[in-house]
């Protein structure tokens, strides 16, 4: 389970197996709002399109998702837009910045991954000798 190629580099990089054991924790840990959110957004968005006493937000989010042709892409659509018609604007902006930051942190963990790859895969099969630990640490 570890050949993953996002998280190749983290796995072969701690100092030592406790490091590699509190990394994998806190990665666990990180994960948890995430699903979270990916579990309540949905379930809020099911209320206020379906409770009576949110039938005025339902109404605006049906009469923009009425606009949409395709029905698939309307079913995609319907959590997004609800949550685009409940939340306050500063919630919104708040959403849109952990999203921007998210990409940031997507990105830089695949640069890591593919750091590693390329230094076992490329460089690696060139030279003879396996590096020493001084060159192994200015690499990482």
């Known amino acids: 389970m570890k050949a993953w190629q996002g998280d190749s580099g983290f796995n072969s990089s701690a100092r030592s197996p406790h490091e590699q054991k ?26 206020v399109l379906h409770l009576p006493q949110y039938a005025h937000i339902a109404a605006k989010v049906n009469a923009t998702l009425s606009t949409i042709d395709s029905r698939a892409i309307r079913g ?16 919104k902006g708040l959403m849109a910045t952990m999203i921007v930051f998210f990409s940031f942190t997507c990105h830089d963990t695949y ?17 003879k000798k396996p590096l020493s630990p001084k060159e192994t640490r200015a690499v990482a």
């Open 76 to 91: 995609q659509m319907q959590v997004p837009i609800t949550l685009a018609h409940l939340l306050p604007v500063g919630v």
């Open 111 to 127: 640069m890591h991954s593919w750091g590693s790859i390329f230094i076992q895969d490329v460089i690696m099969p060139f030279r």
């Open 22 to 47: 509190m990394g994998a924790m806190l990665g666990a840990w990180r994960g948890i709002p995430l699903a979270l959110m990916m579990m309540v957004a949905p379930i809020a968005a099911f209320a």
